[in-house]
Structure formats: C-alpha cells, structure tokens
C-alpha cells in the first residue's frame, strides 16, 4: 500500500532485469514498485489532477502517464526523472499506448482527438478527430502501423497514420474501451458495455459475436497462438 486514493492504472515493466511495477492513482502520483521486495521504490509526481493511464517502453526505459490534467508525461524510471512533458490535448487524455518500437505513442482524449507522437522530438505527427464521441482507447499493431482507437457512444475506429486514413470497425454505436490486437494483428478484439464481445477478421472484414456475460464486458486478451481469447465482465465471470 502507498496511494492514499484510487488506483486508476498498473504497468508492468518488460526490464526483467529490473522488475517495476508502476501504479497511478487519483491521489496524483505514481508509484515505482520494486517486484522483488515488494515494496515502494520511487514516487513521482507532477501531474496536476488523477493520473488515469500508464505504458512502459519495449525496454522498459520510458514510462508514459496521462491524466485528467490533459498532459502526457514521460518518465525514466531507472533515475525516477521526469523527462518530457507532452501538452496538446484540450480535454482528460484517457488512453496512451507505446508503439512496439518506442518511438512513438498514441492518445487518445475527450476532446474527440487521436494523436501519434514523436518521442525523440515531443511533437504530433499525425491526427485524427471523431466527431462522435471521446476516445477511450487507443491500441497499436504488432507492426505499429495501424491505430485502433475506441470511442465513446460511437463506432471504433481503425487509423493508419502513414496514408491518414481512418475507417470504422465494428458496431455503429456503444462504447469500446479496452481494444487489442491479437499477436498477428489478424483479429482485433472489441470488448463490449453491452454484454458483448466482437472479433473483427481485419483481412476477410468478417465479424464474430462472443455472447454470455450478463454485464458490461471490459477486457479481451489474445492467446500467443491466436487460438483463444479470454474476455472478463462486470457480472464477475471469465
């Protein structure tokens, strides 16, 4: 224990060498981990309201942190240093993912806007926005060529920065939070507040309906071999 508020987010660090787990909390600080003991390593702090996302670089050399302040914050978390801050959203950023190379990442905010960033230069590459409602998640490839973003009351939506283009996928209304690709980045996952799940065929356009839970579905996870998925609910089932 060491957050005297709610926990919004954990991240893993991928260092094995260095084992981290990173929490961020509505008190407005992240906490560093030491997996070994157990116990609190580093605390940083900076953001000015909850922090509500967190990703670790392939390296695990950068921590990324959004919040409620609108910002993005980018840590070392071997010198628990505060390395750059990137400002461009106008609204609570939700959602970050690191690209799997760690060169870039990808926001997504309430203010209806995705962003890719540059890391090495802290600025915006490319950018979508979608009238229909807030981006709630956001969810590189294996590649890190496409974006799947998830959007509040509206249709998700598959972007590729490189060409800007950016078509929907999936259900024409409700909210897709936790999108992720399967490991080929063949199939994209959409859990779904109705109950329901989706597997969207990204080569054939084929769609397939996972139905059971009786409550809102907030997670699906791929197998390594792409032959299950793993979906968990509010109605407290697997």
């Known amino acids: ?45 900076g953001h000015r309201s909850m922090v509500i996302s967190l990703d670790f670089g392939p390296e695990g050399t950068t921590l990324a942190s959004s919040s409620y302040d609108h910002s993005i914050r980018l840590w070392d978390p071997r010198a628990g240093t505060l390395e750059r801050i990137l400002e461009g959203h106008s609204a609570i950023v939700d959602t ?4 799997p190379d760690g060169s870039r990442l990808a926001s997504g905010s309430r203010d209806h806007k995705a962003f ?13 926005e979608i009238p229909e409602g807030p981006i709630i ?3 590189f490839d294996s590649r890190g060529e496409r974006i799947a973003c998830g959007v509040a009351g509206g249709r998700s939506r598959l972007w ?5 283009e950016h078509r929907p996928v999936g259900p024409a209304s409700g909210s897709t939070y936790w999108l992720s690709f ?28 996972l139905r059971g839970h009786r409550g809102e579905v907030n997670m699906l996870r791929f197998s390594p071999d792409e032959r299950h998925c793993v979906t968990s609910s509010d109605d407290g089932s697997i």
Do not use: C, Q, Y
Request: aromatic letters at 4%; a negative charge.
């Open 137 to 139: 998640g956001v969810s």
């Open 160 to 164: 590729t920065p490189e060409t800007g």
């Open 96 to 99: 970050i993912d690191i690209a």
């Open 182 to 209: 399967s490991p080929r980045s063949s199939l994209l996952g959409l859990p779904r507040a109705d109950g329901t799940a989706r597997l969207v065929d990204l080569e054939r356009g084929a769609e397939k309906v």
């Open 116 to 128: 890719l960033w540059d890391l090495t230069r802290g600025s915006v590459v490319s950018s979508i």
């Open 1 to 45: 224990r060491g957050h005297t508020s709610r926990v919004g987010d954990v991240a893993f660090s991928p260092n094995r060498e260095d084992p981290l787990l990173a929490s961020g909390s509505s008190d407005r600080s992240i906490i560093l981990w030491d997996l070994e003991t157990m116990s609190p390593r580093e605390t940083l702090l």
